[in-house]
């Protein structure tokens, strides 16, 4: 189906001493239209990927570099009459390396696997 890209600033732009604004790539593809009864519902497919571009900030006056990598992919199912998402799965990875700093020569990473699932409860 078709399909569209979208930019989302991460919240940790939002760190005292990030040089710059931290965005993530969203790209979202429309795979299914369903109409049951008086509701229609839309599948997507979502992927999003973490910007892999060094990211400097600065620590009580020391330079330090965040380093991401990897993506979320998943579905939502989004329904037109009730006006919200009613079921949606993402799952991935995501690696942070910070280096400098306060960790001088050394290099922490850090790897985090992630798994969101959704489900709208009840009625509307």
Sequence with gaps: GDSWAEEIELP?????????????????TLKEIRI???????????????????????????????RLSGSLAGEQVFSVSRG??????????MRIRLSGGML?????VMSMDQRISIR???GR
């Design 36 to 66: 049951a009864g008086a509701d229609t519902t839309v599948h997507l497919g979502i992927e999003t990927k973490l910007p892999e571009d060094p990211i400097l900030f600065s620590v009580q006056g020391q330079q330090a570099t965040i």
């Design 84 to 93: 919200t998402v009613v079921q949606g799965t993402m799952r991935g990875t």
């Design 12 to 28: 940790l732009s939002q760190i005292p001493g990030i040089s710059r604004p931290i965005v993530a790539s969203t790209t979202v």
């Design 120 to 122: 709208l409860a009840g």
């Design 104 to 108: 001088g020569s050394q290099e922490m």
